[in-house]
């Protein structure tokens, strides 16, 4: 209604046509012309009885009826509290949206959706596959989120865990035991090698005193590699920045 009211605004004929909805852009675009009634040649059927349905039925049939991704996608940001653009991505799969309902039943859902959005997606992505075709469970998306809000892992192990998933039924505690990434460093061990690779990398440190911002990121690196990866890259920026300007 709306789209014809603006094409008599602007003089222009509406044209009798067959037109297409599409759902993620919300609009409808052009398909083909619509002939006239006479040429469709129907014919009158006398005996057609009335069909009728009860409310009873119908209310069934709603029930049934999936959920249309941009409603889902109102209703995640609305009853969760995510970001609309997570709550995007997360819907655009059915079997992904409805994993990510049960993960938040044990998981913060703004915490859920940041790594389902990222790096669930990033992986799955890469393999060529859908959700459905990666196999991962609900359950083994909570076992990971929950070694990370605990901080049995750093975000880099969560990320090479996480690669690990598709096609496998292997619980992601298990993956981090076989790859030997649980256990994060205390803050003592990491303040160590903070001082260590200052020592020890004066022209990285001389580079960061001149702005250079990749300097830092070097040094992290540094540390990193000194913890075997289980420093947490945050705590690590915190305690180098807290070092260099003392």
Do not use: C
């Not at 997360?90 to 915490?111: C, G, R, W």
């Not at 959005?117 to 459905?132: C, G, P, S």
């Not at 440190?205 to 289980?230: C, H, P």
């Amino acid at each position: 209604m709306i789209r014809q009211k603006n094409l008599l605004k602007r003089g222009i004929e509406i044209k009798q046509e067959t037109r297409a909805f599409l759902e993620s852009q919300m609009i409808t675009v052009p398909m083909r012309l619509k002939e006239e009634a006479e040429d469709y040649r129907y014919i009158p059927d006398p005996d057609l009885p009335p069909m009728l349905v009860e409310n009873d039925r119908i209310e069934t049939i709603r029930e049934e009826m999936p959920e249309p991704s941009h409603i889902k996608t109102d209703r995640f940001v609305r009853e969760y509290g995510i970001n609309k653009d997570h709550a995007k991505v997360i819907t655009s799969e059915l079997e992904l949206a409805d994993a990510f309902e049960e993960v938040v039943k044990f998981i913060d859902p703004e915490f859920a959706a940041l790594w389902m959005r990222d790096e669930l997606k990033r992986v799955i992505y890469y393999n060529k596959m859908t959700f459905k075709e990666s196999e991962i469970t609900p359950a083994q998306i909570v076992d990971l989120l929950k070694m990370l809000e605990d901080k049995k892992i750093t975000t880099k192990a969560g990320k090479r865990i996480m690669e690990k998933l598709p096609k496998n039924i292997e619980m992601p505690s298990q993956i981090a035991e076989e790859m030997g990434l649980t256990g994060v460093v205390d803050e003592d061990i990491v303040l160590s090698a903070v001082k260590q690779v200052i020592q020890e990398n004066p022209e990285a440190v001389s580079d960061y005193y001149e702005g250079k911002k990749n300097a830092l990121n070097f040094l992290i690196g540094q540390v990193m590699r000194i913890t075997r990866g289980k420093a947490d890259p945050g705590e690590t920026h915190k305690l180098l920045e807290s070092e260099l300007k003392a």
